[in-house]
């Protein structure tokens, strides 16, 4: 039976249900402690990195920030919305990182439509937040920023998709 934590924030938004977090970092602000600090909190849970959707290409990898990597850039990301919605399915709570904003989230829009599965897309900045998504991570530690977002969680504010 998959259970999430007892009174804490859950993704899917009830009932054990699992769903699914794109934290982005598109500054450095340090969404890699962050990820990680939420992963302890969601429980059961799963922390994926964009990255490692590219890195298991074993040949004709093309740099990810060129122009000619579109193709390669939109299957990895493909394959980690499909992957992250396998998991919250499942019930668990996914939290996926990306270490710049992904070019398009319609991956992870239709995985949301798909699967009935929540999704919840956050950008950690270092600027003054210029959308409802992004947080100022400028005067906080990685502990205080993980738990704004899963204060925000619990509220929904950072819904895209259902």
């Known amino acids: 039976m998959n259970r999430t934590t007892v009174g804490g924030p859950e993704l899917g938004g009830g009932r054990g249900a ?6 982005v970092d598109p500054s450095g602000a340090g969404n890699s402690p962050v990820a990680e600090l939420l992963a302890r909190e969601l429980n ?22 060129l122009p000619e990597a579109g193709r390669q850039n939109a299957t990895a990301l493909a394959a980690a919305a499909q ?6 399915t499942r019930g668990y709570q996914v939290i996926v990182e990306c270490p710049g904003a992904p070019a398009t989230l319609d ?16 950008v950690l900045t270092t600027a003054a937040p210029a959308t409802p998504h992004e947080l100022d991570t400028t005067p906080l530690t990685p502990e205080t920023a993980a738990k704004s977002v899963l204060t925000a969680l619990t509220t929904r504010t950072h819904l895209l998709g259902w």
């Open 44 to 65: 059961p849970s799963v922390h994926l990195r964009t990255d490692d959707f590219l890195r298991v290409i074993r040949t004709g990898l093309v740099p990810p920030h």
């Open 107 to 122: 991956a992870f829009r239709r995985e949301s439509r798909t699967t009935g599965a929540a999704l919840h897309y956050v």
């Open 18 to 23: 699992g769903g699914v977090l794109v934290l």
């Open 83 to 88: 992957a992250a919605f396998a998991y919250a």
